[in-house]
C-alpha cells in the first residue's frame, strides 16, 4: 500500500541542510542528461490562477513520479496558501503507487534549497549583506536556506505591506531590518532575492551594486516580469532549464521579443555550473542573475528523500487505502 505523507510529516524528516545537497545534486544530474521531463503544461484559469502538471523520470537512482500544483492568487485573500500540491511517486519497475505526499511544503524548501545552490556558486565570496523583497512563505523559507550557506552582516527585508514586513522582522530566528523602499533594501545589498507575486518589476537596474548575486523566484508566466529588463540584459544569466526559461519565463521570453538579447545571453544552467561545466561569474563586479522556475526534478528528487526517510521509521508507516 502506498505510503502517505502530510506537510508536518515532510517537515519532520526533510531538513534543509540535507535537501540542499539533494537539489545540487539533482540540477546536477538534470542538465547532464540524465533526467527526462517536459516543460510543464499548464492549465490557465483565469487571472492569477492556473494548474500546471510535473512528470518526470531521474534515472540514477530512478526515481519515477509527478507533482500536480495549483496557483490560485485569490487564495492569499482567504487565508490560504496560494500555492497548492501534491506529489505521487510511481515505482520505477511497475509504475505501481507508493507514496501521496502533500507538496505545498517540497516546493516552498526546494525553491529555497535551488537559491542557496545559486548563491554557493554565484555570490561573491564574502558576501555579507543579503535583501529579500517579499515577506511571504518563500521569504521565509529563502532566509532559512541562506543563512545557513552564509552568516550575514546584515539582513534586510521588505514588502509593499508594512504590517507584513513588521511581523516577518519580529518572527525572523536572525536580526533583520524592515527597510521603507525597495531600493533601500536593495542598494549595496550582495544578495538579493525577489520573493514576490508580482508580474511588473520589483527591481530597478540602478539599484543593483556591482557584483551583487540577484535570485528571482517569481514571475513564472511568459507574460509577467519582475526584473527591469535592463538589469536582465546586463547581467550574466544563469536559469534553472533553458527549455523551461524560453517558455515561461516572461523576464526572458520578452526580453527575446523586444530585441534586448538573444537566446545565447542565458549563459548557462545552473546544474551546469555546479558540474563545473561553466563558471557562475566572471569577476568580482559582474552582477549574476540566477531565473528560478522551479524543475519537476526538485520535486521528485525531494519528495524522494522524504520518502526515504519516512520509510525507514515506522512511526511514519501510515497508509493511503486506495
Request: with cysteine.
Amino acid at each position: 500500500m502506498p505510503l502517505c505523507l502530510s506537510e508536518a510529516d515532510i517537515r519532520a524528516v526533510l531538513p534543509m541542510p540535507d535537501l540542499i545537497a539533494a537539489m545540487e545534486t539533482a540540477l546536477a544530474a538534470f542538465s547532464s542528461g540524465q533526467v527526462v521531463q517536459p516543460v510543464r503544461p499548464v492549465v490557465e484559469m483565469g487571472e492569477a490562477a492556473f494548474f500546471a502538471a510535473m512528470p518526470g523520470f531521474v534515472r540514477d537512482p530512478p526515481v519515477l513520479g509527478a507533482k500536480l500544483v495549483a496557483v490560485i492568487g485569490a487564495n492569499q485573500a482567504r487565508g490560504l496558501p496560494t500555492h497548492q500540491a501534491c506529489i505521487l511517486l510511481l515505482d520505477p519497475e511497475t509504475g505501481s503507487l507508493i507514496a501521496l505526499m502533500d507538496g505545498r511544503l517540497i516546493t516552498e524548501m526546494r525553491t529555497a534549497a535551488v537559491s542557496a545552490v545559486s548563491a554557493k556558486y554565484m555570490a561573491r565570496p564574502g558576501a555579507a549583506v543579503l535583501a529579500i523583497l517579499g515577506s511571504g512563505v518563500q521569504a521565509r523559507s529563502h532566509l532559512a536556506a541562506l543563512t545557513l550557506w552564509r552568516t550575514f552582516r546584515e539582513v534586510r527585508v521588505w514588502s509593499p505591506t508594512p504590517d507584513h514586513v513588521r511581523q516577518f522582522a519580529a518572527e525572523s530566528s536572525v536580526p533583520v531590518c524592515a527597510c521603507r523602499t525597495a531600493a533601500e533594501a536593495v542598494r549595496g545589498a550582495d544578495v538579493v532575492v525577489l520573493a514576490t507575486a508580482s508580474a511588473t518589476p520589483v527591481v530597478e537596474d540602478a539599484w543593483v551594486a556591482p557584483g551583487a548575486h540577484v535570485v528571482s523566484v517569481g514571475a513564472c508566466r511568459p507574460n509577467q516580469r519582475e526584473m527591469d529588463p535592463q538589469l536582465v540584459a546586463r547581467a550574466r544569466l544563469v536559469v534553472d532549464s533553458r527549455d523551461s526559461a524560453f517558455q515561461e519565463s516572461g523576464d526572458i521570453v520578452l526580453g527575446l521579443a523586444e530585441g534586448r538579447f538573444t537566446h545565447a545571453h542565458v549563459a548557462a544552467e545552473l546544474g551546469e555550473v555546479v558540474s563545473g561545466q561553466v563558471p557562475g561569474r566572471m569577476s568580482d563586479t559582474e552582477i549574476t542573475v540566477f531565473k528560478s522556475l522551479g524543475l519537476a526534478v526538485e520535486d521528485l528528487v525531494a519528495a524522494h528523500l522524504a520518502y526515504q526517510r519516512a520509510s525507514a521509521q515506522a512511526c511514519y508507516k501510515q497508509i493511503c487505502n486506495l
